[in-house]
């Protein structure tokens, strides 16, 4: 059975940092490019970071460029998503899936979310 669990999210002061862990059972990560998304409430679910299955390149939503870092350890089967100096904007349920796009079918998998709350 393929899973994915988020894990890390929780509440934070506006400027802190958290960093989420996305584990796969069932299935290699290392096979997939990696996609971090959001939602926010009463707003679309959004793409914040992507990893490429080689680890060769990384891209950020521009909301998030120079704040949030994705990575990824295979030997683990898990990939992270490093947020610092976080703000308001920031609070949403966050994802991780198996590809970077949201279109019809794709990604195959998904996490169950992780709730993260930036608030004073």
């Known amino acids: 059975q393929v899973q994915l669990v988020e894990s890390g999210g929780g509440l934070v002061q506006p400027g802190g940092s958290l960093r989420l862990s996305c584990t796969a059972s069932?299935?290699?990560?290392?096979?997939?490019?990696i996609g971090w998304f959001r939602q926010a409430p009463r707003k679309a679910r959004e793409g914040v970071a992507c990893?490429?299955?080689?680890?060769?390149?990384?891209n950020y939503a521009d909301s998030v460029k120079g704040r949030f870092t994705i990575s990824r350890d295979n030997a683990k089967n898990t990939v992270y998503l490093q947020m610092n100096n976080l703000t308001p904007e920031d609070t949403a349920v966050y994802y991780c899936?198996?590809?970077?796009?949201?279109?019809?079918?794709?990604?195959?998998?998904w996490g169950q979310g992780t709730q993260v709350t930036v608030s004073s």
């Open positions: 990893i490429a299955r080689s680890n060769t390149w990384t």
């Open positions: 899936a198996t590809d970077c796009v949201e279109i019809a079918g794709s990604p195959p998998y």
């Open positions: 069932g299935l290699t990560l290392d096979t997939y490019d």
